[in-house]
């Protein structure tokens, strides 16, 4: 009885132990910010998308993991007005590009973290695109704001790992300056939220 005791007793403290040196802390929607930036010949676009849902965990103040989900029906662009901005925002929803109506979320799950100093970090992830996964490398950032965990990446995505075909040089010949290039960028700022305990 004293030994089964002892155990749960042992139990009880890892357990605890677990939870003040492991975290997820969760991102908050509406502070967070994703931005996107795609060139073609001559000129580029911009605009936002929405985060939809976020976490990321740490371990002894350090990260080692995290997801993000992105609402692609958010799709918004800023630099143009009135008709020309309706039409590129439909035009990028639409199948020619991310088909948000078949496909209305975009994910990241990391899956290695490289400490490279005090809050920086090299970071492997997939990236699920048009219901297609690949693997992803970039650097990030966090520090501390007011009590608030700030994440911040940017990340270059090729939309060819994920067919999205328009005005793709590697899908379609003599395009000429009607080419769309196929990196384009994403500024992502994540602003954490509530913290619990890991389980």
């Known amino acids: 009885m004293k030994k089964i005791s002892f155990l749960l007793a042992f139990a009880m403290v890892a357990f605890a ?6 975290n997820t802390v969760t ?3 509406a502070k967070s910010t994703i931005k996107w930036e795609g060139a073609k010949v001559g000129g580029s ?4 998308i929405n985060l939809k849902s976020g976490s990321l965990s740490f371990e002894n103040n350090s990260l080692v993991g995290g997801s993000f989900e992105i609402d ?9 007005e009135g008709e020309y901005k ?6 990028l929803k639409s199948d020619d590009f991310f088909g948000v109506a078949t496909y209305p979320t975009a994910k990241l799950d990391i899956t290695k973290v490289t400490p490279q100093g005090p809050g920086k970090y ?5 990236i699920t695109i048009k219901g297609k996964t690949e693997a992803i490398k970039f650097n990030t950032t966090v520090s501390e704001d007011s009590g608030s965990l700030i994440a911040s990446a940017d990340i270059t ?9 328009y005005g793709s040089g590697s899908f379609f010949d003599n395009l000429g300056d009607k080419v769309i290039y196929d990196d384009f960028d994403l500024n992502v700022t994540l602003v954490a939220g509530s913290v619990t305990g890991d389980e």
Do not use: C, Y
């Open 72 to 80: 692609m029906n958010t799709i918004t662009n800023t630099d143009l």
């Open 157 to 165: 995505v090729d939309r060819s790992d994920f067919d999205v075909k």
């Open 27 to 29: 991102v908050d929607n």
């Open 86 to 91: 309706g039409k590129l925002e439909g035009h």
């Open 45 to 48: 676009h911009n605009g936002t």
């Open 122 to 126: 090299k970071v492997e992830a997939n």
């Open 17 to 22: 132990f677990s939870s003040i040196a492991q």
